[in-house]
């Protein structure tokens, strides 16, 4: 059965902490995404990279960067955590482009205190 | 500026009656419309997707309608069930060469009562 694993279900962490969230795919996908999911603003893609080592803003990148050292594994990193990036985080990966099928992975629930 | 917009915001049906999301775009590119099932505690997962070269897909009590001159498509769920209650999002991409992004709309909450 394919996987998206995210490292943690749920986070807790101070403001201006340095948060990583970490995510692997066990399916040798190319594309893999970060999502930020808010009640009434549904799925806002952060970041996206679909090569190892290569990365893309989406569109709600400020406060936030990436990193993708292995095909598998996909990192999101909060440089210095502010309350308003308390969320759910969902990383998502697929094999191709727009118009295939995104897999995703059970959710990280952040809390900024 | 949204580009997927999605409505209602919250649906309620009784067992066994119809759930119907809708969903309006605006890009003309756009050439592949999913949707994903949310259950609680878990990411979102396809349910149904489908291509503008047809104006209706179906998959058991799962329908998609697609209107391309008006741009929207909606989900039709026949004999709603209490197992349904999810949230929906609706979604549009292009797939062309060096497209990877969906863009989604704000999801509709479905809880269907006994």
């Known amino acids: 059965d394919v996987k998206v694993t995210q490292s943690s279900r749920y986070l807790v962490k101070r403001t201006g902490e340095k948060v990583f969230l970490e995510c692997v795919q066990d399916?040798?996908?190319?594309?893999m995404f970060w999502y930020r999911q808010d009640p009434g603003l549904g799925l806002r893609l952060i970041y996206f990279?679909?090569?190892?080592?290569?990365?893309e803003k989406g569109d709600i990148p400020e406060g936030y960067s990436v990193s993708r050292e292995k095909k598998e594994r996909f990192s999101l990193i909060l440089e210095s955590a502010s309350t308003n990036q308390t969320s759910m985080y969902l990383c998502?990966?697929?094999?191709?482009?727009?118009?295939?099928?995104?897999?995703f992975g059970s959710g990280t629930q952040l809390s900024v205190l | 500026q949204q580009q997927v917009k999605q409505s209602p915001q919250s649906l309620i049906v009784q067992k066994g009656g119809i759930s119907i999301i809708n969903c309006a775009y605006e890009?003309?590119?756009?050439?592949?419309f999913p949707w994903y099932q949310q259950f609680p505690g878990k990411g979102p997962a396809l349910l149904i997707a489908?291509?503008?070269?047809?104006s209706e897909k179906k998959e058991g009590r799962f329908t998609i309608s697609f209107n391309k001159s008006a741009k929207q498509f909606s989900l039709h769920i026949m004999d709603s069930q209490p197992g349904d209650s999810a949230t929906y999002f609706c979604?549009?991409?292009?797939?062309?060469?060096?497209?990877?992004?969906?863009?989604f709309g704000k999801g509709t909450k479905l809880s269907v009562i006994p």
């Open positions: 489908i291509r503008p070269d047809v």
């Open positions: 998502a990966s697929t094999t191709g482009g727009g118009g295939e099928k995104l897999f």
């Open positions: 890009n003309t590119a756009f050439d592949y």
């Open positions: 979604a549009a991409s292009w797939s062309g060469a060096g497209s990877y992004q969906l863009t």
């Open positions: 399916m040798d996908h190319e594309n």
């Open positions: 990279s679909y090569d190892v080592k290569m990365k």
